[in-house]
């Protein structure tokens, strides 16, 4: 005869690989309630046949006995004791796996990572709109650069990502989300200032004030003047919109940045637009999703939000 510990040790090994159904487990804690295997399966709201064949399956299974029968009584013997309150927990953590099925069309928490343009200038008032209309719903907004997103979304410590920059990775799905455009600016005092039109030899010989490597702002500029690259005079590089902004405002040099961070300071007159007609800064932004996420009602509605904002 193996001992209680030995036994335990078995039916953990059947619960690891699911050597049972929830059903059985159902009428071995109804039958250790009611002491009468009849009652369980009136408690259960099954035949007394099908009740006793669960029983007897699930001992069965593991070579074990449960109860101690005396007449038409089961008594809950030291084995069966030592189990129920696995059983228990067990039976509890699957209906609460069965009520998150059945709320599957609810919003709860959504991990949201953005871009430090998307996260400063769109992705603070779409999440304000989100959690009015979804009350209930938690939102985390991450902000840091694409490269960084792109990153977490992989490992799966976000739901979605907002991103500004161009991305290929096999794991990640990429879709299109809107358009935005690069701006070049200065400084009014600036001797730039006045110019209408800004050649190639004039971006050559401003110093500039760029966003960092592995921003999407910085892939987009990159991509827009690249073959000037090699002798672009680049006096800075900066993580941050804003400190990019004052750096330029306090004349150190002129800057490119979205449109979206721009009109606030243009309308004021701290800084001016600066036109290079021979050059496309034009870009999009884009959703990335990892592949193997399941897409949540939460992620579903944030997606639709987005692309109606």
């Excluded at 769109?122 to 960084?148: C, G, S």
């Excluded at 966003?211 to 000037?228: K, P, V």
């Amino acid at each position: 005869m193996l001992s209680a510990k030995r036994l335990i040790m078995i039916f953990n090994i059947g619960f690891t690989n699911m050597h049972y159904t929830l059903r059985q487990l159902e009428v071995f804690l109804a039958a250790a309630h009611t002491e009468n295997i009849t009652r369980a399966a009136e408690q259960l709201s099954m035949s007394q046949s099908a009740a006793s064949s669960a029983l007897k399956d699930l001992e069965q299974q593991f070579s074990i006995q449960l109860f101690d029968r005396i007449g038409k009584r089961l008594q809950i013997n030291e084995l069966g004791r030592a189990l129920r309150p696995q059983a228990e927990a067990l039976l509890d953590q699957a209906l609460a796996l069965e009520q998150g099925f059945r709320r599957h069309d609810q919003v709860g928490e959504l991990k949201v990572g953005a871009t430090l343009t998307i996260g400063n200038y769109l992705a603070v008032d779409i999440m304000a709109e989100f959690i009015n209309r979804y009350p209930a719903a938690k939102v985390k907004l991450n902000v840091a650069n694409t490269a960084v997103i792109s990153q977490q979304v992989l490992n799966f410590d976000l739901d979605i990502g907002l991103i500004e920059g161009e991305l290929h990775h096999p794991d990640l799905e990429v879709t299109r989300w809107r358009e935005d455009e690069l701006q070049i600016f200065c400084s009014p005092r600036h001797p730039l200032a006045s110019k209408q039109n800004l050649t190639d030899a004039d971006l050559l010989s401003a110093q500039w004030i760029l966003r960092e490597g592995g921003s999407g702002t910085r892939q987009a500029f990159d991509r827009a003047i690249h073959e000037l690259l090699p002798e672009l005079n680049i006096r800075l590089e900066l993580q941050h919109t804003e400190a990019i902004k004052r750096a330029v405002e306090t004349g150190l040099g002129i800057g490119c940045l979205s449109t979206l961070s721009l009109q606030t300071a243009f309308d004021s007159g701290r800084l001016v637009p600066l036109t290079a007609a021979n050059r496309d800064f034009k870009r999009h932004f884009y959703f990335i999703l990892h592949r193997q996420k399941y897409r949540s009602e939460g992620i579903l509605r944030w997606l639709e939000l987005c692309k109606n904002s």
